[in-house]
Structure formats: C-alpha cells, structure tokens
C-alpha cells in the first residue's frame, strides 16, 4: 500500500486491486506514479460532506450585519459569510411557515404537496403526506444520519411528524411557538411587550408542546431557553455523528413572536427585543460552529444559513426589518419570499464573495443530493442542482420561479430580471434596476405581461395536475 494512502480504505475492493498493480514489476513507472497520484485523489472523490441546513422564523433580509443591518450585531453570522458565500437573490417558495417548509424539505413547490392554502394549526386534522419524497429521506437512503431540531410545522399527527419523513429523530415544537395545544383555544391576553417583561408569565400565556420524537415532554415549552435548548440537541447530534456524514435541519422557533430569551441575556425594554433574540440566535450559530471546529470536521461540512420568510412587520419591533426590499411576511414582494442566505463551507465555496445567483430553497435537495451522491427516485421536483452555483464554477440555471399568495393562489413569475405580479392590475418590476419594486412598468411592456402570464398559467396548469394528496387523519 502506499504510504500516504489512508489506513482505512484497507486493501479491499478496487484499493485493493490497484495496489496489486503498483506493486507489479511489469508495470511501467509512469503507470505506477499516475496511479499513486489517482489512489491519493480518491479520498477526496468519495468524501460526502455534511450537510446542515438553519432556518430562522421570519427573520427579515436586513436583519444580519452581512445583509446590511447596522443595529444588530451578528458576529458569528458575518464571520460565517467572510469564510464563506452570501446569495442576495435567494428565495422561499412561500412567504409563510407551512408551504415554506414544505418547500425546502421537499424540493418542490408547496402545491406540489398539497400545503399551499396558509399554515398548519393545532386543531388541524392534516399534514406532509408519509409517502412524499423529503431531503432527509434522499440522505438516508445515501447512509446519512438525519436530525430534525426545532420547529416542523407539517403536522403534528405521529403519521405527518418528523420520523415518519426520514428523520432519526425529532426534538422541538412542532409548529408555531404562538399556537397552543390542543385545538389553539384558551390563550390568556398579554400583549407582546408584557410577555417580554415578564418572561416567566409570558411563557404560560401560551401553550405549545416540546416534543422528543412522537412524545410531548413539556408544555408549555420554556421558550426562554428554547433556542439554547435546540442548539444543545443540534450539538450533541453533531458529537454523536462526527464521524459522519449527517444531516442536521436546525429551525429555530425564533424570531417567530412571542418572543423570548434565556433571563440573563435579555435586555429589560421591550423595544431591542427583536434584536436580542436575532443576537441570540448569532451567538448560539457561533457555539454549533465552534463545534463543527472542535471536531476538525468544518471542512467535510456544508452549512446554509436562512429564513422561512421575510419579516412579520405589523409586529414592529417584535418584527424584523426587509432591508431595502418591500413589504414582508404574507406578501409577494420581494420583502416576503427573499431571504438572507449564507452558504459556509470551508474549501468548497469561494470565501468572501457575494452572488446574485437566482436560487431557491427547493434548489437544496437536489444540490445535497448530488453533492452526496445520492440518487433521486424517478419523479418530479420543482429544485435544481445548484452545486457549480454554490462553488461559484457556473452561473444559477435557475431562470423563473412562481410566486403563490399565502393561501396558495397563483400570483406571479420571476423570468430572469422580470417579476409580474398579477394583482387587481398587473405589476411588472425590473429587479436588477429596481429591487424595492416601486416602479411598475406593466403599461410600457404590455407583450411580456401576456408572455409571462401565459407561462405561469402554464406552469402552475402542470403542478395542479401532478399534485400529491395531503395526508388526512380518518
């Protein structure tokens, strides 16, 4: 064997055979040198990277320091993006929790999967069909261990949880941290400013369940320590795995009102708590990095930093900030469904660089997989591989995405740099020169309106046609 070849790949399968030859007298030494140079090089092609994806709960475009915010201090998320890749034209395909989430886990658009009418309740009797294909299930397949840490939101039901969609396990709430169990009634009046006073009153005033796998094992959960308490887990599945690969889906419930942190941490004035709970957040991204370092294994890793929407506004300073983007939470606008995103992974994306790659959440699924080299049941996704995009060796072969109101109803199209909206008139936005959307330019260009009309007609004609049916508890 030769001497810089890794112990652990042994003399076994095609290895084995290959030092069989190096060791032959009658192979030619330039043979021999090619092939110590290939046996060197395999290492490296057959590493599958881990892969972590954290999604935050109505975090705003502006509400990172990398992304332009000059009142919240995000350290830990700056130094991600200095030692890694910000993408500024990055979107969710809905801009509210359930069709969001859906999206992301599934590669496709939320109608695909039958969660595009608004978000998932307590009382709800439905939720992700078992049988739809998620990133955890492609990941397990490949030999991956899989974590889901924190918010679900595709149904509470033990047939639509977590660990029936590929997951090993399942610790957090599983959907929104202002819902309560069981049918979401007989929640106390206290306003947002009260709750973040009296922290240990406000916890009650609300009643989501903890859970651990299918089990509640608190309600209400202690949001306080919440966010703490999900990075502890995420951690310790991180040390348990570090051999690797995994695959770990951090979703905060933060900063998703109520809001809350552990006591001595918060500042007393209601007024900066949104910030403390993003500089929260920062701090404890820095503590699951500092890991990743500990274990040496921050270059077999991929992690993508995001939201699952754009700030819930009316909420003002409960509520994040678009940055230069308009409007927010529940909307169209680019406030709504363009997120911040961070891609850190140390060796395989172009350090400190900036893109405006047009790309989406569903594009994650496909893009681990092929990183992973898994391979993709036969069947229709709305994702694409965005691996050259990523590492900054291609352009996006994203070219259009459809935008669908909060309670699913068709609305838009994203061609290139055009955007139509097809409100009680037509909006028609040119985002490369004006990103905020003010200037609606559908009377001057009445021909792509009714080109890019028709196409996102015909776009959505094909999702209506091949959705799959939620699951429904008989």
Known sequence: MPPDAPESMGRSGEFGIACEIAHDPAVPASVKRLLLCLLLALPALAARPNFIIIFTDDQGYGDLGCFGSELIQTPHLDQLAREGRCFTSFYVASSVCTPSRAALLTGSYPK???????????????GLNPSTLTLADVLKEAGYAT??????????????LPTAHGFDSYFGIPYSNDMTHPDNKRKRKMSLD???????????????PLMENEEIVQMPADQRTITRRYTDRAIEFVRDHREGPF???LAHSMPHIPLFVPDEIKDPDPKNAYTCVIEHIDTEV??????LRELEIEEDTVLVFTSDNGPWLPFKHHGGSAGPLRAGKGTTYEGGQRVPCVVWAPGRVPAGTRSAAFATTMDLLPTFASLAGAKLPEGRIDGIDLGKTFTGEAPSPREEMLFYTKNGKLEGIRQGEWKLLRKKQPELYHLATDLGERNNVAEEHPERVAALTRRMTRLDAEITENAVPVWRKP
């Not at 820095?286 to 890991?291: N, S």
């Open 147 to 160: 974590a889901c840490v924190g918010k679900w939101h595709l149904g509470h039901h033990p047939e639509t």
């Open 247 to 249: 695959f770990l889906y």
């Open 286 to 291: 820095g503590r699951l990095v500092d890991t």
């Open 112 to 126: 695909r999967v039958g969660l595009h009418q608004h978000v998932l309740f307590p009382q709800s009797r439905h």
């Open 194 to 208: 009260e709750a973040w006073k009296d922290p240990a009153r406000g916890i009650t005033s609300w009643n989501p």
